[in-house]
């Protein structure tokens, strides 16, 4: 648990103790939503600050806030909690924290001490947390045109590293190694970054077999990103030279063709499965939603077949009922 000091300015935003319903008429809280500890509400406020700062803090910040679900006391779903706190869509924050573990690839370690300065926070006072208490013990700020290490140029905006992502890791370091000598020893642009990643692949490029439609299960493998969603199958929506977005019941990612894997369904059956895709989504996305809809999207969202048993389609029509859903 993280201890923070000088933090009594900021004790007007943490919620009354006495009073189970919150003062703020847009966020959103339901029976399903569990109250934060004193602590885990300063931690919460500590790394919604983080979120305005430069991107490797904000998705470090993000990342901490979903991975240690800070966000349950007002919000049923990290993507709400995104989207009504500080208007990110979903695709945006999973650009964001993508674009974290390619800076942390090319500091050569995911615990580099990366110095931070004190700074005002948005309602002036100052927020301190003990470096030990830190995530893997980092200072995550990383000032503009800052070196580590003495030499290394690291990239300051999330553009910039976007290009990287569909690397190898080895390939990631290479490619920023020659972005930062094409910009003359200065930080690149993502459009340098992208010329060289472009070149790169141009000298190992592999045709991408997948196309939009094609209903695919994730293979995590070595991607945190992907960390849980082992089995769950999707519908592309877009194809790249070296990857797809796919979208699942609960979410969107973009990934390297390797951790994809094709049901090789025949087209009315592709269709089946997008339209229950949709379906799903439409269900996830509802506010204030009672848990077991998450229950019965999570076990149809890893059930890679197209069809639904009758039980299931009956299951799945009386919710939509519920939530007066109808098919378009």
Excluded at 35 to 52: G, K, P
Excluded at 225 to 233: A, D, F, I, Q, V
Aim: with cysteine; glycine share 6%.
């Amino acid at each position: 648990m993280s201890e923070i000091s000088n933090i009594s300015t900021d004790e007007k935003l943490l919620p009354n103790q006495n009073d189970s319903a919150t003062s703020h008429a847009d966020i959103a809280v339901s029976s399903e939503l569990t109250e934060l500890s004193t602590d885990e509400w300063r931690d919460r406020i500590f790394l919604e600050r983080q979120v305005e700062k430069a991107f490797y803090a904000a998705a470090k910040a993000l990342k901490e806030i979903r991975d240690r679900r800070l966000y349950r006391s007002t919000h049923s779903t990290f993507e709400n909690y995104c989207r009504s706190r500080f208007g990110f869509t979903n695709r945006h924050v999973n650009y964001l924290i993508a674009g974290s573990l390619v800076v942390e690839n090319l500091m050569g370690t995911n615990n580099s001490q990366i110095k931070t300065q004190d700074q005002t926070r948005t309602n002036g006072s100052q927020i301190e947390i003990p470096e030990e208490k830190r995530t893997n013990g980092s200072q995550i700020e990383i000032p503009e045109g800052k070196r580590t290490n003495g030499s290394q140029i690291l990239p300051t905006s999330e553009r910039q590293v976007r290009p990287l992502v569909s690397l190898e890791p080895e390939e990631q370091r290479l490619a920023w190694q020659q972005a930062v000598e094409q910009a003359g020893g200065k930080i690149p642009s993502g459009r340098q970054v992208q010329d060289i990643v472009d070149k790169i692949r141009e000298r190992t490029k592999v045709p991408n077999p997948y196309h939009v439609g094609e209903v695919c299960i994730l293979l995590p493998k070595d991607n945190p990103e992907l960390k849980g969603k082992s089995g769950c199958w999707g519908v592309i929506t877009h194809v790249g030279d070296y990857s797809c977005t796919i979208e699942t019941w609960d979410t969107e990612y973009t990934v390297k063709i390797e951790h994809l894997k094709s049901l090789e369904l025949l087209d009315e059956e592709c269709q089946f499965m997008q339209q229950l895709c949709l379906r799903l989504r439409r269900l996830h996305q509802i506010e204030n939603r009672d848990s077991a809809v998450d229950w019965l999207c999570s076990g149809l969202g890893k059930q890679p077949k197209p069809y639904l048993s009758p039980l299931q389609s009956k299951l799945l029509n009386l919710v939509e009922q519920e939530y007066g859903l109808t098919l378009t």
